[in-house]
């Protein structure tokens, strides 16, 4: 079974610019859920999908807002970058029922500049 | 709400030597269970999880973790370590029907010979 991919592993971004995650979940997972990694805050929940509809949102500005599609691949946007918006982003696939769980892509390394 | 505290933030230990990192969570229902390893550059891998039944959890590379629903705790082992653990440990709890992590701050295990 492959595993969570994202796209691309690093981007290089200007302030002020919009970007666009991608996240293919493990196939037949419709859960898909993101996160935002960096050195001050840690490891914080962004959002999660299920089946298009979003379920779930973390403490975020409005600026980051995400989507999934009807193959359960889903992406993330964060417009009008900042510095701040530095982080490893980490998709993560959930699997339902006795092998409940999450499994984590590689993540995307943004830098904004 | 759920959150988690991870009570060591750096663990040095010696090769062949055994670890263990702490962790507690507060939550008011029923929660999951996980704990994640990242090595540098990488997103998370899964260690273990508890679900329910037996709290005594095994994971992969020899690691396992104990469920102690009276002191909420959920700390990891290993009898013996590689240099090869060295990387950052996190715990993380879901509560039911919450569709999301909540994760500890972290822990970077360092192994030396």
């Known amino acids: 079974k492959a595993g969570v991919t994202q796209t691309p592993r690093y981007l290089i971004k200007t302030r002020g610019q919009q970007v666009t995650l991608s996240c293919s979940p493990i196939?037949?997972?419709?859960?898909v859920s993101w996160y935002q990694q960096t050195p001050g805050q840690g490891l914080q929940f962004l959002f999660e999908?299920?089946?298009?509809?979003?379920?779930n949102k973390g403490n975020f500005p409005g600026r980051f807002s995400g989507r999934q599609f009807s193959n359960s691949r889903s992406e993330m946007n964060v417009s009008t970058l900042e510095l701040g918006d530095s982080a490893l982003y980490l998709c993560?696939?959930?699997?339902?029922?006795?092998?409940?769980?999450?499994?984590f892509g590689s993540g995307t390394r943004l830098t904004v500049v | 709400a759920q959150s988690v505290t991870q009570l060591d933030s750096q663990v040095p230990v010696f090769e062949e030597a055994p670890v263990e990192l702490r962790c507690n969570y507060s939550?008011?229902?029923?929660?999951?269970l996980f704990w994640y390893v990242q090595y540098p550059n990488q997103g998370l891998q899964l260690l273990l999880k508890?679900?329910?039944?037996?709290?005594l959890v095994k994971g992969i590379n020899g690691f396992e973790a104990e469920f102690n629903k009276s002191q909420t705790s959920f700390h990891l082992r290993k009898p013996s370590v590689h240099i090869s653990d060295t990387a950052e440990y996190f715990c993380?709890?879901?509560?039911?029907?919450?569709?999301?992590?909540?994760f500890g701050a972290g822990t970077t295990v360092t192994v030396r010979a």
């Open positions: 993560a696939s959930r699997s339902q029922g006795s092998n409940y769980g999450y499994t």
């Open positions: 196939s037949g997972h419709r859960s």
């Open positions: 999908y299920f089946s298009e509809t979003q379920r």
């Open positions: 939550s008011s229902v029923s929660v999951y």
């Open positions: 508890y679900l329910s039944g037996s709290t």
């Open positions: 993380a709890v879901s509560e039911s029907d919450d569709y999301k992590l909540s």
